[in-house]
């Protein structure tokens, strides 16, 4: 499977990271991958720049996130 980048912004930080990902991967292993990085300790959630939240248990292909997307890492609004 190919590898494609994807940039993620932290909307807290505006710090933004430069992640390789396949599209097999699902969202909530891209939401660990970023957790670890960044040290967060609250939980987050990734959304589109129309602040569509992506559901966890999509794959970054059913979720439509194709190669050269900007996705946003923001707070949970749950609150988890």
Do not use: C, W
Request: charged share 20%.
């Amino acid at each position: 499977m190919a590898e494609y980048n994807i940039t993620v912004v932290h909307t807290t930080s505006g710090k933004e990271t430069l992640l390789a990902v396949e599209e097999a991967f699902s969202v909530a292993s891209v939401l660990e991958v970023l957790a670890e990085s960044l040290h967060l300790k609250d939980r987050f959630v990734l959304a589109t720049k129309e602040n569509k939240i992506l559901d966890p248990q999509l794959t970054l292909k059913d979720a439509g996130v194709a190669a050269g997307a900007v996705l946003l890492l923001m707070p949970d609004p749950t609150g988890g």
